[in-house]
């Protein structure tokens, strides 16, 4: 069983449609994350979500707003996509407590290329 | 603010040849350091840790020990091997955030 997955790998769109990218944990964490990859491969985080609450919401567009149904679910939704917006997305997930918040365990990333 | 600075790859090597990855950050404080490993179609895991000065972290046989004198953080492994073709990531996270930052990413291939 994947612990973190995210869906889909590869998405494929044109510029000014909206998208969205889901992402489920099954290893009972409270917390979660999206982080960016760009073309320049710097990993940065967006958003991070502990128990359904935002926690860390980092300079993104409000193009891009995080969905927490449960604490096992945190998706990304993209509006009216750009041309900038092309790049890999991870989803991540970590235990709550204070030592363990860094130890963070990753999806395989989702490949969005904005035409 | 904080920044992770690594090499630049990427790194090709022969089997049982000696790996050396550098990383070096700067920080404020006393951050934790880590590295993460992507092997090809998976997500990031964690390889190692360390979370404060002269601390070594170790894990399958990689090795890197948190040297604040220096500001630096680097991967290292005796004997790679073909398995260990993978992307390494250097971070440094500060605990109460869960905000990790990495650096670029290091691809390294290992050929029989």
């Known amino acids: 069983d994947t612990a973190v997955s995210q869906t889909p790998k590869y998405l494929v769109t044109q510029m000014g449609n909206d998208k969205s990218i889901k992402c489920e944990q099954n290893?009972?964490?409270?917390?979660m994350y999206w982080y960016k990859q760009d073309s320049k491969k710097f990993l940065k985080i967006m958003f991070s979500?502990?128990?359904?609450?935002?926690?860390i919401n980092e300079t993104v567009p409000n193009r891009f707003s995080p969905k927490s149904p449960d604490k096992a679910h945190l998706n990304l939704h993209i509006n009216s996509l750009e041309l900038g917006d092309s790049a890999v997305y991870f989803c991540?997930?970590?235990?709550?407590?204070?030592?363990?918040?860094?130890?963070?365990?990753f999806g395989a990333g989702t490949r969005l290329s904005v035409l | 603010g904080d920044s992770v600075t690594q090499m630049e790859g990427p790194v090709t090597l022969s089997e049982e040849a000696f790996l050396t990855i550098n990383c070096t950050y700067t920080?404020?404080?006393?951050?934790?350091l880590f590295w993460y490993v992507q092997y090809p179609g998976e997500g990031l895991q964690l390889l190692l840790k360390?979370?404060?000065?002269?601390d070594k972290g170790s894990n399958k046989g990689f090795e890197a020990t948190y040297r604040k004198e220096t500001t630096s953080f680097h991967l290292e492994k005796g004997s790679v091997q073909v398995s260990d073709s993978a992307v390494y990531f250097c971070?440094?996270?500060?605990?109460?955030?869960?905000?990790?930052?990495f650096g670029k990413g290091t691809k390294l291939s290992v050929k029989p």
């Open positions: 991540a997930s970590s235990r709550d407590d204070r030592g363990a918040k860094n130890i963070q365990y």
């Open positions: 290893l009972g964490h409270d917390t």
């Open positions: 979500y502990n128990n359904k609450e935002l926690i």
């Open positions: 920080a404020t404080g006393y951050p934790s």
């Open positions: 360390a979370t404060k000065a002269d």
């Open positions: 971070a440094l996270g500060r605990g109460s955030q869960g905000n990790l930052i």
